[in-house]
DNA sequence: TGACAATTCACACCATCATGTGAAATGCGT
DNA sequence: ACGCATTTCACATGATGGTGTGAATTGTCA
């Protein structure tokens, strides 16, 4: 990046010293250059409408007044080319996840170092997602949550295939129909499923398959 | 770290030169020590019986014979404690994905400095998910896309409880007890609760409890 | 205060499920 | 050829679930 091309940024964040901190040490790069500096995601939104849109911005997702989460989602309507970086202390997971589902673009601590936010900024505008990997280890965690590992309850196809139905929401008169044997076969199988996944109500055995991606 | 505790590594990867050439980098720093290098998934999966476990494992995706991704999960089942960082060319999508899924917890391109590597290892051991920035691009694109929206079926406080007593496998008689109220009265949020999510089936609302995040 | 949602409880009928018990056919590997 | 797992089917009984119907209480909001 040459100096005569500085990126342009919005820093929102209700911390005054600690935004006009970052903001010095962002600029003193020549890298960038501050545009936008605000302590509350409604003034951000306000100056949209001014025209002027940055490449990208910081936020603090633990903002009084608007919700964090709420204020990217806008943001991300309202300016979809910019750069979008979360700024935060270490969130819980739910509030993690529905900041990347809101579109934030890259995940920082507040803690690092702004050679680090730097190095995002640039990375985020060059088309990738910097994370603070401890936040990325949670990310990946309720990722492969969603498509886990089938553990080996030893299930047999047939099993599968009955216990597949039940977590359709059928009943074990359909799955005779679907599957093509009688009642009293899809009995036996359950009955074996219960076994395996040592459960004893369709309920559990349905939960246990969903929760466990086993089917 | 001290150099007298070096951490022990395992290496796959089909490449032999650049098998050779990331190990003796690694071992170089001296944080390192490569107690296993493997041309393939099968004779890395042999020496598990052997015994003598490491503590991470770098991983090419791209072997041939067995698919690097089931190899992945294999070394997951076997190895749970140890850190296992996928290393590769810049792959498609769902392989990044399958990849995840299958206990990746950390994913570099083969380009990176041997520097960059031992700086994961180290970060995957501390709890963290070092991973490429344009492939975590990737994983936060599929992922907001995965998440399913809380869609709101306007479950009341009370009818959420039961749903989550339900989903944890528990019958109707043992739920009365649990919440407080008589069996009738469960009877009764259970049918609004079918109402609400156009279900018929305990298995069916519970499925679709879990599907949709709903508890 | 009156309308409305939420929560609580009750009875009854039939459908469905869980479980004990027994048995037969098939296929696979040793 | 023999054992073993898988899959299939059957009968029976008590427990549990699903649904129609009705009603009382509580709290909230207009």
Redesign the interface.
């Known amino acids: 990046m040459t100096p005569g091309t500085p990126t342009s940024l919005w820093l929102i964040e209700d911390n005054t010293t600690f935004r006009s901190s970052v903001a010095r040490g962002l600029e003193r790069t020549g890298q960038f250059v501050c545009s936008g500096s605000f302590s509350s995601a409604e003034q951000a939104l306000e100056m949209i409408q001014a025209g002027n849109p940055p490449q990208a911005v910081l936020i603090d997702v633990g903002l009084p007044g608007m919700d964090g989460i709420e204020a990217i989602q806008i943001l991300r309507q309202q300016l979809p080319k910019a750069g979008l970086i979360v700024l935060t202390v270490f969130e819980d997971e739910e509030k993690i ?1 529905r900041a ?2 809101a ?1 934030a ?1 890259g995940y920082l601590l507040k803690t690092a170092p702004v050679s680090e936010i730097a190095a995002a900024i640039e ?1 985020v505008l060059a ?8 936040i ?2 949670r ?2 965690e ?3 949550r ?4 089938k553990k080996d309850y030893g299930l047999t196809s047939r099993e599968q295939e009955i216990l597949q139905q ?4 059928h ?1 074990k008169k359909e799955i005779a129909v679907q599957v093509g044997v009688s009642i009293h076969t899809v009995n036996t199988h359950m009955r074996n499923i219960y076994d395996k996944l040592q ?1 004893n ?8 398959a ?2 466990e991606r086993l089917v």
């Open positions: 996840i990347i589902c579109g673009q990375d088309g990738g997602s910097p994370m603070n990997s401890r990325a280890r990310v990946l309720v990722f492969s969603l498509v886990p590992v039940m977590v359709q929401g009943i459960v109500t369709v309920n559990g055995a349905v939960a246990k969903l929760k």
